[in-house]
């Protein structure tokens, strides 16, 4: 019944996954001070290295990225030489590992990296406060200047050469979940009216300009995208948006990416201006590898996968519940539930 999530699959003639089993990127807020991966995190993620392929926990690109406690980052040596023992010790199990390239925009908070202002696509605040530190409010952002955007995309790629420098197989740009990027993406965030605004091909110009430098630094073969068409985490959707990713689609289809992969946590959720689930609008426009996520087990990810709805299946909060999932599906066992709870510790 779930054979076919075993099966050895091909990303490109460099990378060759053991099966299609993919981690999901989970923030686990457990860098230290100065954001550097410990230990614990190389363990952690080597207990997972017989997915086909670990995403990392979203790690910052540079300082002013940052919105929340202790996740790590990509900018100095000692991260990419903490990184380097993550990378180690999931290579020497037989795994394979990408690195997910993180800004979050006006998601960021100065109180964690001492500055005065956050920067994204418009002045558009996101009401509320930091999770898990309810007294830091959000912030109005500064719109990116050009030159500002320009640096941000010098920072992404150099984030990228940073990670294969750290041992990484490829990177992940985080595009999705209403973070930087995405927020050019969509209406709510980007009130533009330069080359960055206003038009799907200038709002689509920021996500493609990182993709195509970071893949100038480290080639596409090992760049991948995960996209939110639907816009549903820190971010109002707006009818307008679906023309924006028909533009991007396509564009992202001429470019010979590892991967592009969904940002959802529960692909039954349906999208009124996308006609339906945000996967099966992304198949229908984009005929290269899709990953697809959000809510399944086993056995419904597998039957996606049979009936063709996406080529590669990721897998977050039961990988968060059982270190060993592979083992356990492959040899029948029952999974343990996962819990909220289970974020205190890294296991
Ligand atoms: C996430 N998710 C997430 N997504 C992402 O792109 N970067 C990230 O760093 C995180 N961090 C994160 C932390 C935690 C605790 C959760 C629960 C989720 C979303 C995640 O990758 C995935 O899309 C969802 O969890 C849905 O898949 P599952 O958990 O239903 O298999
Ligand atoms: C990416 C960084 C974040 C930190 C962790 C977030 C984890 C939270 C998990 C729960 C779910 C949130 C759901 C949001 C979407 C709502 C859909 C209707």
């Given at each position: ?12 003639s ?7 089993v993919?981690m ?25 290295a ?22 790590p ?37 100065p ?5 005065e ?49 750290a041992?990484?197989d ?5 595009g999705a979940?209403?973070y930087?990027?995405?927020q050019?993406?969509h ?59 028909d ?6 289809e001429k ?21 339906g ?19 399944f087990?086993?056995?419904?990810g597998a ?10 299946l ?6 968060i ?27």
């Amino acid at each position: 019944m779930t054979d076919i999530l075993f099966q050895p699959y091909q990303l490109n003639s460099a990378i060759s996954l053991q099966n299609r089993v993919l981690m999901a990127p989970l923030t686990r807020c457990m860098a230290d001070e100065d954001l550097v991966p410990t230990e614990e995190m190389a363990a952690y993620y080597a207990r997972r290295a017989d997915t086909g392929l670990i995403i990392s926990e979203a790690t910052i690109i540079r300082p002013d990225a940052q919105g929340y406690p202790n996740t790590p980052g990509l900018f100095t040596n000692e991260q990419v030489t903490g990184w380097r023992k993550v990378t180690d010790a999931v290579h020497q199990k037989g795994g394979k590992i990408f690195a997910q390239l993180w800004h979050t925009g006006r998601v960021a908070h100065p109180f964690f990296f001492s500055g005065e202002e956050v920067i994204a696509p418009s002045a558009e605040a996101v009401e509320g406060t930091v999770p898990r530190m309810r007294e830091l409010t959000y912030i109005t952002p500064t719109p990116a200047t050009v030159a500002q955007i320009e640096e941000l995309i010098h920072d992404y790629a150099q984030a990228a050469a940073n990670a294969i420098e750290a041992g990484f197989d490829g990177v992940e740009i985080h595009g999705a979940n209403g973070y930087l990027i995405d927020q050019f993406l969509h209406f709510d965030s980007n009130k533009r009216v330069d080359q960055y605004g206003e038009t799907p091909e200038n709002m689509s110009r920021f996500a493609l300009e990182v993709v195509d430098a970071i893949a100038d630094q480290i080639g596409y073969h090992r760049t991948a995208l995960r996209l939110s068409p639907g816009a549903y985490f820190n971010m109002q959707p707006d009818s307008r948006d679906k023309e924006v990713f028909d533009y991007l689609l396509p564009e992202l289809e001429k470019r010979d990416l590892a991967f592009l992969h969904i940002g959802i946590f529960d692909d039954q959720m349906t999208f009124e201006h996308l006609g339906g689930r945000a996967s099966d609008y992304v198949r229908s426009r984009y005929n290269k590898t899709l990953v697809g996520v959000g809510g399944f087990t086993p056995q419904t990810g597998a039957e996606a996968i049979q009936s063709d709805r996406f080529d590669l299946l990721a897998i977050g909060r039961p990988l968060i519940a059982n270190p060993d999932y592979i083992e356990r599906v492959k040899n029948h066992q029952p999974l343990v539930e996962y819990s909220e709870e289970m974020l205190s510790s890294l296991v």
